[in-house]
């Protein structure tokens, strides 16, 4: 079919965005941006994209809301237990042979990802000799993983995970409840560094040795995925981990020869030697 | 224009209402089928492998940038949505629950419906909610053939009614009737 006007719409919209504001979603999976544009657009009674365009170019305080809308993901805790449980009992072991550790998760969103690798951590005994990245475009999810505040009726569904991913701690022992939230521990985010970085458009950051990036990749196009996929290589020490969401793959990727697989079934890769 | 892409959604009761139209499709059947059931996690690995045991087409869980083949049955993952890019390719995405539910019937029938347009057949089934029904609308909007079980017919009407309430002028068959339908909208 030829393109549609809101198909050019779109283009035009992220084409605006980029140039006014440097934030880059030109590369993004188009059919989701679509979805989340054309909410955006219905529930702030625009009558078209461009309405979106024009507001945001105007008006920056709209930026914000429209960052929202494309980045934000509502995740778990400990999502996809059997992903911890083979980082724990696999990864772990190699990890522990390194006297000092980083890890980065990249595209973080509101943290959940990071306070589970946190209490993860902390229960096998590597969380004194560790330094967290968590980065992400979103200033908005940054400040909200800093908080590390969720619902509290989130929390079963974080236990039972935390519990099927061979969790050696009670969770509740990380948290406490405040009314209807659960504001995880302080301690457990001193040892991490939050940082506005853009998989998109920023350089590598050096030396890691466990990159988790869960769910990021397929919200990218091939072209952007080929580059954060390079990007991460370019990141981990030789022999360093990366952990990505249970239906990405890095077999079509044109940096696949830099990962040997290491956990197939849970998509945990380690950095080749060459 | 010819099919050039089927796309079904049904929940409660569609184990069984599926396997009435998948194992009927012939093995030269020129379009790729995207199919979401809502089941639970567990059970849905082994609706890939039912389902490659009864039917003549290829049957398989569907990968995040893959280019959809003619004749090739595929499964929205558990827990994630099932779209189609404009080019032809499949999308996932970890967006939040639509309707209850991920994968969500309306998620796939929209993209589907915009990168498919009049080349498109949407289906709902049998199911105890109205997910789908926003899907069907949309591809009857873009002239693509809107099918709907006869609520009568069905295990659980209420998703079919729900189509039927959203989407008025879609055709309703019995399940028998719709690889037959289907075929009639092949150009030979």
């Known amino acids: ?274 | 224009m010819t099919l050039q892409a089927v796309v079904i959604g049904t929940s409660a009761g569609g184990v069984q209402a599926l396997s009435q139209v998948l194992p009927r499709l012939p093995a030269d059947f020129p379009a790729p089928v995207l199919v979401v059931v809502h089941v639970p996690p567990k059970q849905s690995n082994s609706i890939v492998d039912l389902f490659a045991a009864k039917c003549r087409l290829p049957v398989k869980e569907a990968e995040d940038k893959e280019p959809l083949a003619p004749g090739t049955i595929y499964f929205a993952p558990p827990d994630y949505h099932l779209l189609v890019e404009a080019c032809g390719t499949i999308a996932l995405s970890s967006d939040e629950p639509v309707n209850h539910s991920r994968p969500a019937i309306d998620v796939l029938f929209e993209s589907a419906a915009d990168a498919f347009g009049p080349g498109l057949a949407g289906i709902v089934m049998t199911g105890a909610n109205s997910d789908g029904a926003q899907g069907l609308r949309a591809v009857y909007a873009a002239d693509g053939q809107a099918i709907v079980q006869i609520p009568a017919t069905a295990e659980v009407a209420t998703m079919p009614e729900a189509a039927l309430t959203a989407c008025p002028d879609a055709r309703t068959m019995a399940l028998e009737r719709i690889v037959p339908a289907l075929e009639a909208m092949i150009a030979r």
């Open chain 1, 1 to 274: 079919m030829s393109e549609s006007i809101e198909d050019i719409e779109i283009q035009l919209l992220l084409d605006a965005v980029y140039r006014h504001y440097h934030y880059d979603f030109r590369h993004y999976a188009r059919a989701s941006i679509k979805r989340r544009l054309l909410q955006a657009r219905s529930q702030w009674g625009y009558d078209s994209i461009s309405d979106i365009q024009s507001a945001v170019l105007h008006d920056e305080s709209i930026l914000p809301k429209l960052l929202n809308f494309l980045t934000v993901q509502v995740s778990e805790m400990f999502r996809d237990p059997s992903y911890f449980r083979a980082l724990r009992e696999k990864v772990v072991p190699h990890l522990r042979t390194y006297p000092s550790l980083k890890v980065w998760v990249a595209g973080c969103s509101q943290g959940e990802e990071l306070y589970s690798l946190a209490v993860l951590f902390a229960e096998e005994g590597l969380f004194e000799r560790t330094i967290f990245y968590a980065t992400d475009i979103n200033p908005a999810a940054l400040r909200a993983a800093q908080a590390g505040i969720y619902p509290l009726d989130r929390i079963q569904l974080f236990t039972e995970n935390h519990r099927l991913s061979g969790g050696h701690s009670s969770l509740s022992d990380h948290y406490t409840a405040d009314y209807d939230r659960a504001v995880f521990s302080k301690s457990l985010r001193e040892r991490t560094v939050f940082s506005d970085h853009s998989l998109v458009t920023d350089a590598a950051f050096g030396e890691m040795h466990l990159i988790s990036c869960r769910n990021v990749l397929i919200y990218f196009d091939r072209e952007l995925q080929d580059r954060v996929v390079g990007l991460f290589g370019e990141s981990l020490v030789r022999g360093g981990f990366l952990g990505i969401g249970s239906k990405e793959s890095l077999r079509f990727s044109e940096h696949a020869d830099m990962f040997a697989e290491f956990v197939r079934e849970e998509r945990i890769y380690r950095r080749s030697s060459q």
